[in-house]
């Protein structure tokens, strides 16, 4: 990891290319749908993570992409979410944003 974390009064912001890469392919095995699955339907494709209004996107060049769950009774509460997954408890956002 290239970032210097050792200044104390500035926050890491998680913006280094390798670590966002190595998090990203760390992530994907745990995707609750992806579109090339035979399963896949196709109303999910608007109900997508980024799409929710429990979807909160992290800081960062990481948050491009991905976001923590914060539905309470999602499977996924808490968890970091990359935002086309998705799951049965979307909620859509008032007004129609993504991401």
């Known amino acids: 990891m290239n970032a210097d974390r050792s200044t104390p009064d500035r926050a890491w ?5 390798e670590h966002n890469d190595d998090c990203h392919e760390r ?3 745990a995707l609750n ?14 109900e997508q993570c980024g799409g929710c209004l429990f979807w909160v996107a992290l ?10 769950c914060t539905q309470p009774d999602s499977p996924f509460d808490g968890r970091a979410r990359f935002e ?7 909620a859509i956002r008032e007004d129609g944003s993504f991401g």
């Open 13 to 17: 912001t998680g913006d280094d290319r």
């Open 59 to 68: 800081r960062g060049e990481l948050g491009r992409d991905w976001g923590v």
């Open 84 to 90: 086309h997954d998705g799951c049965e408890l979307f």
């Open 27 to 29: 992530w994907l095995p």
């Open 33 to 46: 749908r992806t579109t090339d699955q035979p399963t896949y339907r196709d109303e999910w494709f608007d």
